[in-house]
């Protein structure tokens, strides 16, 4: 395999990990409420911060990405920049934070991938900001010393007070708890998924082990020793505390190492579909293109000539003698266009059949 | 995918002369495993007002695939057998370039799932060293699938071709169309 270091994606990451890096530091108060048991985690979170910013960097140097990622932002800073912003925000809550688009797939793969989805994106909004100590906990010092008084604790962000609440209240427990809950959704999700993975004909044909399995494994790792280390304190007197926290620490460094590389990272690619929307919506609203051969509109304007560009960008040149292309057909022209040419052979042939 | 009986010496041979648009392709298709019920084979007629031609059109699973070099989101590979496959579910943003840049007019952007689906050769069974569904019960074998040695024992007077011309370009393919005996390429432009 062939890599060579993409030197703006590399330049654009370090700096995004080393600010990242500032922020964290003042963030946690020079370090005071940075937890040191979280060492691993946070070099983990780093590596797969600058992955993540390197990959990205390249995906949005590749033509048909950088084209849709440049007119998304052309279409939507404009007069009617509130509107779009509007239809956005309406698109990421449907199909980003509810993947809604999944759901016309298959009720149970959309519950499964919901249930995924919230599990992770919950977990990671907790644990990110809590490793590189951005989040911290801290007894209230004005209960803390009076006794009889009910101790409040005070959750801190970048060292801020942002919130309080009872030790021993509900909303202490949900808080406490909230990874265990994060737990039991990402193990619903991910079983629905290894069970159909294996189960299913067209699944076992075309997924690969590493692609496909490892990660739903690695998911389930992850929050079975978590969800281990809980259960080893409340009610196991400790008793294998140290193997779950070292196995849980393990499978989560491999995650945050692995997300730039593998299947996680569409993560980070799916709010592309909402600026394939607008792209849409907008170049309609441009006009339509209409097929030499069959007389009607397949798609947009702004979508052929961009295709067009794009085509030639990445060595394909559909130019045709008359100065038009074969993209200004559309895709049932095309296969019209094929049959005729092939009839056309035949006949010159002398036979239909051969 | 990584244990398969995939067999490398069968190939595909369409003859869009011999479809009579039956379209037992398309029921065939749909039963196919890895497109959950979708057909993913298209049957048209070509002028319908003049003639009753139809056309059959499978993936050509191109040598160099315009459909994965236009996606912006990675989701169509190509693996070790050449067979191009349809786009990642988790993505395939739908967002149509494959559709419209395809020269074969191949992928269909399924609006309801937001996701482009396409032909991938049937892989649950060509994986299992089985034929594709189209290919095992197209009655005028429009549709073949099989050895190189067989289509020509079939076929004397023709010859496949995996050469096409769309004015400037030139694109090669895995499938092959079956051609006047001595033909190179098939010029469409």
């Given amino acids: ?354 | 995918m990584e244990v398969t009986a995939y067999r490398t010496n069968m190939e595909f041979f369409v003859d869009m002369q011999r479809c009579i648009g039956c379209r037992a392709c398309e029921m065939a298709c749909a039963e196919c495993e890895t497109n959950g019920q979708e057909s993913m084979i298209h049957v048209n007629y070509v002028e319908r007002a003049v003639t009753i031609q139809t056309t059959v059109q499978v993936c050509m699973h191109c040598d160099d695939p315009v459909c994965a070099q236009v996606c912006p989101a990675d989701a169509i590979t190509k693996d070790e057998f050449a067979v191009v496959h349809s786009a990642n579910t988790a993505r395939c943003i739908g967002c149509s370039n494959c559709v419209m840049a395809c020269p074969f007019g191949v992928p269909i952007k399924e609006e309801k799932y937001d996701m482009m689906m396409k032909c991938n050769m049937c892989y649950d069974r060509t994986s299992a060293g089985k034929k594709p569904m189209c290919a095992t019960v197209c009655p005028s074998q429009a549709l073949f699938y099989g050895t190189r040695e067989e289509i020509s024992r079939m076929r004397p007077n023709s010859t496949p071709v995996n050469t096409f011309i769309f004015g400037k370009q030139e694109v090669t393919t895995k499938v092959n169309i079956m051609m006047p005996k001595g033909s190179t390429h098939l010029k469409i432009h």
């Fill in chain 1, 1 to 354: 395999m062939n890599f060579s270091l993409n030197k703006k994606a590399a330049v654009i990451s370090i700096i995004v990990t080393l600010a990242c890096v500032v922020v964290s530091f003042y963030g946690s108060r020079k370090l005071q409420n940075f937890d040191p048991a979280l060492i691993a985690y946070l070099f983990g979170t780093l590596f797969a911060l600058f992955g993540l910013v390197y990959r990205y960097c390249v995906w949005l140097q590749r033509p048909p990405t950088r084209m849709y990622f440049k007119r998304t932002w052309q279409l939507v800073f404009t007069r009617s920049f509130l509107v779009r912003a509007f239809t956005m925000l309406k698109d990421s809550i449907r199909n980003l934070l509810f993947q809604q688009f999944i759901y016309p797939r298959g009720r149970k793969r959309w519950m499964a991938h919901f249930m995924l989805a919230a599990g992770c994106l919950a977990a990671f909004a907790i644990t990110i900001p809590l490793t590189l100590g951005w989040i911290n906990f801290t007894l209230d010092p004005a209960t803390a010393l009076e006794p009889g008084m009910t101790k409040l604790y005070n959750a801190n962000f970048f060292g801020f007070k942002v919130m309080s609440f009872e030790l021993g209240s509900v909303p202490a427990f949900l808080i406490f708890h909230a990874l265990t809950w994060c737990s039991w959704l990402v193990i619903a999700g991910a079983v629905i998924f290894l069970v159909r993975r294996l189960t299913n004909a067209g699944l076992i044909a075309s997924q690969t082990f590493e692609g496909d399995l490892l990660p739903l494994i690695l998911l389930i790792i992850i929050s079975l020793t978590g969800l281990g280390l809980n259960f080893s304190y409340a009610f196991m007197k400790g008793i294998a505390y140290d193997f779950m926290s070292v196995t849980h620490a393990i499978a989560v460094i491999l995650f945050l190492v692995w997300i730039p590389f593998g299947k996680f990272f569409h993560i980070i690619q799916r709010p592309a579909q909402i600026g394939a929307h607008i792209y849409k919506q907008e170049g309609k609203k441009k006009g339509m293109a209409v097929c030499p051969h069959t007389g009607k509109e397949f798609t947009t304007r702004l979508h052929v000539d961009d295709l067009k560009i794009v085509t030639k960008e990445v060595g394909f040149d559909f130019t045709l003698e008359d100065g038009t292309s074969h993209l200004d057909y559309s895709p049932e022209g095309k296969r019209s266009l094929l049959a005729k040419a092939h009839l056309k052979a035949r006949q010159e042939g002398g036979t239909f059949f051969g």
